[in-house]
């Protein structure tokens, strides 16, 4: 194979491995664009379930407190029957006292269920709304998530497409080089690297001016003393490409 020819695709499989680890680099990150919201979504749920908990909790203290009234309301009847009954002054009193400390209780423990009861529907309110909240965020994560499961597909075939491509572009390099490549790009991040004016732009060094006219002849494939990354001068291989990928401008419309 030619020199530059070995060049062009030793470019091509650089540019591959770039695409590729792009689309990489995009399908691992994807799914993570989501977390904050998964985070929210965690806090206001463990809000939530706080909430119902403490909420459970006061409807059961209010039960027992409603069972203990309806318990008192029954001894009272018993203390009134007892009232009634009452055969001398002393009965009497002390039935009366009795009478008397029942419906107290009963009037005081009445009030301290009314108040829980009313803090019960507000707290009941809340949790209504929060709920609402919370299914609203649910929702919204979830049609992320059905969005982002497309975007991610579609990233995926680009990425297969781009495997393709790079493997394609490694086959055509040849073996003395394929090993030279990947030891450059796993050390540098990348091994082909062109020359403009004499500066190698992977590590910004003029080269020796004898190197630079070797390049020139486009004979054999040399590296940068500095960097050791593969070299060509820009201007020879690049300037020489096939320029189809350009449009071609309007052709002046003619006149009617
Ligand atoms: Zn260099």
Known sequence: MLVREQLEVLLQLQTSDVKVRELEGAVTQLPAKLDPLRRDLAKLTTMLDAEKAKLAE???WRKTQQDLIDRERESLKA????FQQSKNSKEYGAASREVD???KS???RDAELKKVSEAFVTSTAQLESREKDVSGVRSELESNEAGQKDQLDGLKAQLAAAIAERDAARAKVDKQ????YDTLTSKKGYAVAPVIKGVCQGCHMALPPQLNNI???MESIETCPRCARLVYRK???EGAQ???ANPTPDAPKPES
């Not at 203390?79 to 007892?82: L, S």
């Not at 080089?177 to 030279?180: F, H, R």
């Open 79 to 82: 203390a009134q029957h007892k």
């Open 242 to 244: 096939p320029v189809t």
């Open 235 to 237: 201007e020879l291989l």
């Open 177 to 180: 080089w394929l090993k030279t």
């Open 215 to 217: 390049l020139a002849r």
């Open 58 to 60: 006061t409807e059961a």
């Open 106 to 108: 009963i009037t005081d």
């Open 101 to 103: 400390n029942k419906r």
